[in-house]
């Protein structure tokens, strides 16, 4: 391999190189602290870079080092989701310890007490790539850019390297900067190289093939066809054995004498790469111990037309059927595989041709055999209940959380994985414009900070949001606030009217004890004496509704509640903001008996979903129950095609089934198409939302 494959390290200094060129993008600086080599020699744990790496999301940190950086590229003269811009968010919320303004700078105060240390390594890692970045710009002989890079080396891997890939890795630069300084000195060149000079030799260098690579070291080796002077090995495989690669051909040039005196007078011990072929290839053949497989194309990707293999080949094949074969048909029949050139081939799939055969079953479909295999279920058996002595408690959070995505909640707490599928990817690039997710994100935070400072949210790009970062730069910025502010307004004056008829409560902690032995433990963070108020910045789908709903059937089945300030009837009420514009709904008329019984129902469903995964997924099952309580004539039929649309995502962006966790626990088992996942998913929608859909559509279900 080429020495810059070798090790992650070489991979670091050639990106070092190009500095002079860089966006510095978020995730391109994010990449190279993450080296194992350099994160340790700048105290970077894996936690530490989670950490860094969140703090420069919240920063707004892109790309850029600062407003020189824009205008370098042509993107203008502006500071924004620059790392000049964040870090100084970043350490002025560390010393003044709050969001408040300072000039036209919001401070960012996630760092805390020692976690400062993680920033600080980080600095000394991006001032040293500034630092060097600007000297590359200015010309220097070879020896001053040996100096400069191993300055720059120096700064980011540690002094002592205790692994040996590490270390050979180190060797391989400091012998291409070694180089450039020698042969510059022994060229006699003294004049200054510009950086893409010295880039250009030094990439070329590090293109090479390690000559020190390791060999042999493992089960597997892949090289180069090499001297193996009849070292014993069970299988050898050898690629590429087509007629005019191997063997080689001397090469046909004018300074090569001896590819004339082959032709016309060879004399003993002129030397032929034919013939030093053509004895690797016999010593390969008798280090074999089992197997060696030999390997060409045998048909031109393009016409189809048979092309020969290396002679070598054929002459082996030659004598393997004349010695221990009837006839030659069959020796080639036995010992030659053709496959096809395409995956999805049917003989592939059909076992026609001997030795013939593939992993990959999702070509099956393709190639008209059969039915592709269904993966096997992720749990086939349910698992047993964890023995517990503690009592049998649950917080009405946990309830929530787990009918939010049983199938998540299964995998993350009872088989401990982590997929980290909810972990937003960098962004090397400014935000053009905001999508429905950051649209809600900012009307929320807009809502939220109205009702907390009890002024409407103002309608042009107040300075406190802008410098946060949470808007496109420009116009573009200033017409997006503007839209989220007319929108949040609505809301606000919603939520305000509704508000004022109402009479606020301190939070309330209560238990409930349920069937089974269960207690609930409840914990209401905004209760009025008249019942629970939520609000939604966008449009209510299944899984919005599970806390206003599992909060009003935990105060509904809550007996005495007036001893706590409720009235003694109450209600929950959803402020929605929605296309058609903000819209209020009501739950209320629940007796304690029923709240109870759907209490109980839900948490035996969270217990059967603790031994294996539910098939229940909240936006379907709403679209379902909410299309089958409005009892038009082809409810049945429309409900089902629309919970399915709901899955798959074919009337949205995203499906349920594109979820990851919901991906792993089914696989590729459809629960629209399997009847024993159907009837589940039907039971566990009756459980969670037929009550609900009935109370909102005036139906019993």
């Known amino acids: 391999r080429r020495a810059q494959d070798e090790h992650p390290i070489v991979e670091v200094f050639l990106n070092l190189l190009g500095l002079p060129t860089s966006r510095w993008g978020v995730s391109e600086v994010l990449d190279l602290l993450a080296v194992p080599a350099v994160s340790r020699h700048l105290e970077l744990d894996a936690d530490a870079l989670d950490d860094l790496r969140h703090w420069l999301m919240e920063a707004g940190v892109r790309w850029g080092l600062d407003a020189s950086t824009r205008i370098a590229f042509g ?21 003044s310890g709050d969001e408040q303004s300072i000039g036209e700078i919001a401070p960012l105060p996630s760092i805390e007490g020692n976690a400062a240390a993680t920033l600080g390594h980080a600095l000394v890692a991006l001032r040293e790539l500034e630092r060097l970045a600007a000297a590359q710009r200015i010309p220097r002989t070879g020896s001053e850019w040996q100096i400069l890079y191993q300055h720059a080396l120096d700064v980011l891997l540690p002094a002592d390297l205790h692994d040996r890939d590490e270390r050979r890795a180190q060797d391989a630069l400091r012998d ?23 880039r250009a030799y030094l990439a070329e260098r590090l293109a090479d093939a390690d000559p020190q690579q390791r060999f042999l070291s493992g089960g597997v080796s892949f090289c180069g066809m090499v001297p193996l002077r009849a070292i014993p090995f069970r299988v050898i495989a050898v690629l590429g054995l087509n007629d005019e690669a191997f063997p080689r051909r001397e090469p046909a040039n004018g300074i090569n004498r001896l590819e004339h005196a082959l032709h016309h007078a060879r004399k003993l011990g002129d030397r032929s790469v034919r013939d030093d072929d053509r004895y690797l290839f016999l010593q390969l053949l008798t280090s074999a111990d089992n197997v060696l497989h030999l390997s060409y194309v045998g048909r031109d990707q393009r016409s189809g037309k048979t092309r020969e293999p290396s002679a070598l080949v054929a002459e082996l094949l030659d004598v393997v059927a004349r010695d221990y074969f009837v006839d030659d048909s069959t020796a080639r029949k036995d010992l030659v595989i053709e496959h096809p050139l395409q995956p999805f081939a049917r003989a592939v799939f059909d076992g026609s041709r001997n030795g013939v055969f593939t992993y990959r079953d999702e070509w099956r479909a393709a190639a008209g055999v059969g039915r592709a295999q269904r993966a096997r279920p992720f749990v086939g058996t349910p698992l047993d209940l964890p023995d517990d002595d503690t009592p049998k408690r649950i917080s009405l959070d946990r309830l929530i959380e787990f009918w939010r995505n049983p199938a998540r909640a299964f995998l993350r707490d009872r088989l401990h994985l982590d997929l980290y599928a909810d972990e937003a990817p960098l962004e090397d690039d400014d935000p053009l414009a905001l999508d429905a997710l950051k649209q809600s994100i900012l009307k929320r935070a807009l809502v939220e900070e109205a009702l907390a400072s009890g002024r409407p949210p103002l309608q042009d790009a107040d300075a406190q949001i802008q410098v946060r970062r949470q808007l496109p730069v420009g116009h573009a910025g200033a017409a997006a606030y503007s839209d989220a502010a007319a929108d949040a307004s609505q809301l606000v004056s919603r939520i305000e009217r509704w508000r004022g008829e109402a009479t606020a409560l301190a939070p309330v902690n209560f238990e409930l004890e349920l069937d089974d032995g269960w207690l609930l433990e409840c914990a209401l963070r905004q209760p009025y004496r008249e019942g629970l108020l939520h609000w939604s910045t966008g449009a209510m789908r299944g899984h919005h509704w599970l806390r206003p709903w599992f909060e009003y059937l935990a105060l509904a089945a809550l007996t005495p509640r007036t001893q706590l300030g409720f009235d003694e009837r109450i209600s929950c009420v959803q402020i929605s903001l929605e296309k058609k514009g903000v819209q209020q709904t009501q739950m209320r008329d629940i007796d304690a008996a029923t709240a109870r019984a759907q209490l109980t129902t839900l948490l035996r469903g969270y217990r059967e979903g603790q031994r294996t995964p539910l098939a229940f997924f909240p936006k379907s099952a709403w679209t379902y129950m909410a299309n089958m309580a409005e009892g038009k004539a082809d409810a049945d039929e429309r409900a089902w095609r629309l919970a399915h649309l709901e899955y798959t995502g074919e009337n949205s962006a995203r499906g349920e089934r594109d979820d990851a966790w919901i991906a792993l626990a089914f696989r590729d088992r459809d629960p629209f198409a399997d009847s024993v996942l159907l009837t589940q998913f039907e039971r566990h929608a009756l459980q969670v939302f037929a009550t609900l859909a009935g109370l909102l559509h005036g139906a019993t279900l």
């Open 75 to 95: 993107a203008g003269d502006y500071r924004a989701f620059s790392w000049a811009e964040g870090i100084e968010r970043l350490l002025l919320g560390y010393a």
């Open 176 to 198: 291409a900067l070694a180089a450039l300084a020698e042969g510059s000195r022994a060229g006699g060149c003294i004049e200054a190289l510009d950086w893409q000079t010295v």
